[in-house]
């Protein structure tokens, strides 16, 4: 198997985000690093794109010169992830996409939902991908909610249950902290913090899980802590397409909780449960019948779950796993682009810009009826 | 120490939460069961009375019966527990203060707000005692909870998050089954189904442990199986009146949740997590610190804690012992009723009528904001 | 239904385990305490009966007051209750047991195997009841596992792992504490501490559940704090009668553990795991099969589960009530005794002095294994 | 930093433990994979050698080759990793550590404590690592345990206890199954079964965490399923030289663990539980305190656990990620012998030779003890 050539735009020394990237697209030997913009510091970002051996040439000062010089170049990059600040993400996805680059873009995909759409018709247009790190939907046992579901074991899906809540904006002292401070600044963060931040990875599960999108939402936004102007916690009842609802809470003030992501999801047949703090088990319960637990790296799985694991039952793959499950998808997909063969059609799962603009759709519409006194309000 | 006499209405052969209060009232030796109409049948009720141990003279037909018998009495009840179905509490326990017995009145107090204002009212001009039976309220480590708020320990509260869901009613083929079907028709359960059943307790308990009531709320009600009329599943935001948001869910479909009646509470300086199906470990996470586990039986818990907590560390006492702790402080406050003294004042946080008010107060706004599209609705 | 009248020796005023015996006598209202020795003080044992309603002609001084006084009585106790230090079981049981009275001893029976061997045979003769009190095997689910067995559910069992640990003795600035420091002195305790006092509860439950009994047996005793002279500490291997192996921990100072009184059974079909802490669930998984978790209170459990349960699922019953199906069981016994029926064999279950010789002799041969350097010996 | 280059013997297409390797050793990316000998086939294992990149010139058709080639070379392989069958490891660590190569050798490091002896001295002389893949010694939270304990926080170790027991070879119809045979079949397996190939892990992190290691033995073997010779399930009892007893079970048919590798440390001062199904929780409880969770990832553990942790708290990293940290640790300590600097002290916790040797020895002597009816056997 030939490596995939890939290529980074941010995610430089100390980012948050980066190296999680560069485990995951490497944990397979799918990708190869070979090019990047790794920093808002040109210089900085050079030197880090040598630290992480990519050659001299290829070790861009910005992004707009890298997009020049790759463009040209007979070995192109099969793919180019954007792990940059939010505000830079339609821009620079726009660019590449039009350049006719595939995209794995970090979440959010844009600022607005107007400009989301915008990238799903170039997307469209280009003929390429355009991912989105909603990389929690690479855990196997995630896959096998979705596989249930989708083969009707649950039946019709009546009410899901999603939380994503943690308490690390909780301490008023603080709440000036520019790390945090930023966060809940209309100028810097839009109309949500978060929701917008958070709980926007639980509401692309709900949907990821269910194959359903929203129709209308009410919500109701609170601000605990200081003066904050926008949420540290949020409520938001969903009414989906497919006749579920949806109830999605999100907090930043939730001392104790420790990025406690979780999913339940109940329909005519049955009831699943799964927190991420313990990905490695989901609850299944058949109506009337006993709560049976799934173990991850089980053969009774679905292929999907099964195809997503790597290692035996009984060790917790963990998160970086996840993700990394999205960059083997991108490796089917790409390698059928390369050669003009059908992907895997279990590859094609991986969250897209279709995904990006569903959930800026959700954060506007979720800000706008929690000023409305959570009026209901369609998407 | 002379016991209290105790009689019951309500409860009979066969009724489900009868042999609860006669095992937590008989817990401690506090009372004797020596009076009662415990049928809608007379002769089965006088029947089941005999196999109790209660004598014939004092096995009564109907409630009236008992009333007039009992007020002509020397050795008078102490206690009157009504176990009747919801349509009956409020005229059975009017009449029972009005005759001056101390009532212990399963919930809900009344069918309307207004009947148990006029509760409250009677109750205060008797001076007798008007319990309700929010009995999880006993738990020792809910009333931990509420030691260490009242003790400033979570310094101000913030958000408390309450659940109280099953999934037993979840069956559509069992919609019909006359057991389940009278609880979703208004005419016979009134204007709310699970929440006034099921997730009323939960909204006590985040009363009970924050000490504040709520000023409003906003709710979205849903009707999940087949044509019910009533919610089978809530979700509701409420403002309290010391400035916390409380976001409480309840459900009859939540399929694989077992009475999981879960309370979660953060403040300023830390976060509380309880679930009742694990009731003997309380979670406290002081801001910036790390979670700590509280054992019930510890001798370093709350002295309200201790006063509730019968059997050594480690072993789970479960909730009949939790209710008769409801009947423990009855005990003390009636024992001080009859000698002219003061009853320890932390026995004065059982459940009276004053929180059946609320309740009712809280059902029917949530029941009119659902109406409302979940506009927001003074309480 | 006439009550059963009930005695009891010990379990005075601020005894340990005395309340629970109450608690758990009365919870079904099928016995009234009418008689009772309750202290080795004459007179505080008599005040203490008389604060219990037991009438001052009943209130004795000592145990062989009452054997006399109650041995004339035409309303003869039904049962007498020991609940009294160690080193007093055996006299006070063989003479209530040689006048015709039903007992149920606290456990140890006695100081000795052949002690015990004693009693069996002195209630065999009698053709009273001798119960011991090894109240855990009153847990609903304990009775399932037990249930689920004898229906060969497992198979053939291949292997038990049993634990009870605690680390309430492991301070060692507390092992001079006579209230701790008599638990490891020969001379009062006899041949073995932790195993004897804790450990036995465990082994009686592997037994319990597995049908067998041992043949023979290795111990490991360690003294881990001070200069102890019984073991703190102690792991025993155990072949039993039915092929089964078991391997029974036990221990005073595994810091942070509260009486961790685990069972796992492993059969050639599957698996059981059940763990006191959380009394109410037990994982069971077939071979090749899921984990199932059975909830008790639910009703596709075994006649025998459902029998011992009472209140609604998804509410922990507790210890005090597990002990009390202990009662229960012996209510059915000594009724079907008054009229001549025949008892439910479901109340047959209750732990016996063939239990309790059975325990005894599992602590001597464990002592003397722990002796000879862990040397397998036979029972 | 320039790539450190990387060998391996073993681990070819299909193999278990083959792919761990590389998303370990690849994840920081600090080895770059140059040469490798992957396959008892040759032509496969040159076949599977290009798929992973790996020049033509360095794919070998055995390791006798590699040997030669690859010492010939200038730019010399920094690191063999030798995955391949246990029978094999002594013959194939000898010849490369002869050669001055760096070596990761799978457990076990040899199959006799004397082969284990030898490679030790030959490490010794010539100055070059050899390091034994007991990965779990990697998880963050197990390094957390042997930092708190080495700092005292514990006071002196009283007890341990470890176990790892799964339940994958229960099923006597699967026991003639050739993948499951062997493990059993004393030619080809040597002495032990289960206690060598699962249990060892156990025993490793024992030692790894309380910085002990044995004086002497005493175990129990048993064969549970059909007519094996080598026990499918053991239970062992320890004396550490630093006064530590420890307990250690591991099993083969524990139907429904899955691979349940837990610690537990009692000390004079406090306990600690750790699992490694859910690792990443650690349990805390001082003495006479409260027990405290801590979670990896957070910024107060030991500075051992920082530095084995890279992705933010609350997400599981999981076991591939635990397996990583022994090749950061490599990496820091082969950076350090290319330069001449001092690595990193936190870097030499890696499981090295003299680790493959205690591991040796216990698994002779456990073998020798359970022969001799569990006698105390020195080691
Ligand atoms: N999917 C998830 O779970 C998840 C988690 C964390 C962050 N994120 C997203 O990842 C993105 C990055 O977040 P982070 O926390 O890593 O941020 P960060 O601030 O830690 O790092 C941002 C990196 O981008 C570089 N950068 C900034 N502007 C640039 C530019 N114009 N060109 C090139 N490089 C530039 C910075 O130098 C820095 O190295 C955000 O959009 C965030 O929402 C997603
Ligand atoms: N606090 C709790 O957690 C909890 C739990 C369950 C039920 N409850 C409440 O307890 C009450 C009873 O519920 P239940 O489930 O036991 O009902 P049930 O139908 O099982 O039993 C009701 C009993 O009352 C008797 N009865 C009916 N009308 C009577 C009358 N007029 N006079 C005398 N006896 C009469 C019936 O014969 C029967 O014995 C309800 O108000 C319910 O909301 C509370
Ligand atoms: N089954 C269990 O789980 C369990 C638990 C705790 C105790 N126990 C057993 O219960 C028994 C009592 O233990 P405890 O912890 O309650 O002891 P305790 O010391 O707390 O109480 C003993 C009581 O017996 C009274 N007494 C002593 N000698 C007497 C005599 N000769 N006649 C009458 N009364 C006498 C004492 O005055 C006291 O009231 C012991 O055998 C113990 O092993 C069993
Ligand atoms: N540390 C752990 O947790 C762990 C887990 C699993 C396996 N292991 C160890 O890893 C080793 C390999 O186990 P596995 O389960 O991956 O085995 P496997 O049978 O799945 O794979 C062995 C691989 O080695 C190759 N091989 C065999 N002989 C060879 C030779 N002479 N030269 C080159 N290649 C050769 C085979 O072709 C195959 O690719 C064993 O020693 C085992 O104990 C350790």
Redesign the interface.
């Known amino acids: 198997?030939t490596?995939l050539n890939w290529g980074m735009i941010g995610g430089g020394a100390g980012s948050?985000i980066g190296?999680?990237h560069?485990?995951s697209a490497?944990?397979?030997?799918h990708f190869l690093l070979c090019a990047g913009a790794f920093d808002i510091d040109p210089d900085r970002g050079k030197a880090f794109a040598g630290?992480?051996?990519v050659s001299a040439d290829r070790a861009y000062g910005d992004w707009r010169e890298m997009l020049a010089a790759e463009s040209a170049r007979d070995d192109r990059l099969d793919l180019v992830t954007i792990a940059t600040p939010n505000a830079t993400h339609y821009e620079i996805s726009r660019a590449f996409l039009e350049a006719g680059f595939n995209v794995l873009c970090e979440k959010p995909l844009t600022m607005t939902a107007n400009e989301a759409r915008e990238i799903v018709e170039i997307t469209k247009e280009s003929g390429k991908v355009c991912a989105v790190n909603y990389g929690y939907s690479g855990y196997p046992l995630v896959r096998q909610m979705r596989a249930m579901i989708a083969n009707g074991d649950l039946g019709k899906i009546?009410?899901i249950?999603a939380e994503f809540a943690?308490?690390f904006h909780?301490?008023?002292e603080e709440a000036d902290n520019p790390r945090v401070r930023w966060r809940y600044d209309p100028a810097q963060a839009g109309t949500s913090a978060v929701f917008a931040d958070a709980g926007i990875h639980a509401f692309h599960m709900a949907c990821f899980v269910s194959g359903q999108t929203p129709t209308e939402l009410?919500a109701?936004f609170?601000s605990?802590?200081g003066d904050r102007q926008l949420e540290d916690?949020a409520?938001i009842?969903f009414h989906f397409n497919g006749g579920a609802?949806c109830?999605l809470?999100t907090?930043a003030?939730?001392?104790?909780?420790?990025?406690?992501l979780t999913l339940?999801v109940?329909?005519?047949k049955?009831?699943?449960?799964w927190q991420?703090?313990?990905?490695?088990q989901l609850?299944?319960?058949?109506?009337?019948g006993?709560?049976?637990?799934?173990?991850r790296g089980?053969s009774?799985l679905s292929e999907q779950a099964v195809r997503a694991s790597?290692?035996?039952?009984?060790?917790?793959?963990?998160?970086?796993?996840a993700f990394a499950n999205i960059y083997m998808d991108l490796a089917d997909v790409l390698n059928a682009q390369r050669t003009g063969a059908k992907p895997d059609p279990m590859a094609l799962d991986f969250p897209q810009a279709e995904d990006g603009y569903w959930s800026m759709r959700a954060i506007e519409a979720a800000a706008s009826s929690a000023k409305a006194?959570?009026?209901?309000t369609k998407l």
């Open positions: 198997m490596k948050q190296p999680t560069r485990i490497g944990l397979d030997g630290s992480l051996g009546r009410l249950k943690h308490g909780a301490d008023a009410s109701d609170a605990l802590v916690d409520m009842n609802v109830r809470w907090s003030v939730a001392v104790g909780r420790m990025h406690g339940q109940f329909g005519e049955g009831g699943l449960s991420q703090q313990h990905p490695e609850h299944w319960t058949p109506l009337n006993r709560t049976q637990i799934l173990e089980d009774d790597r290692i035996p039952i009984g060790h917790a793959e963990g998160m970086p796993v006194n959570g009026a209901w």
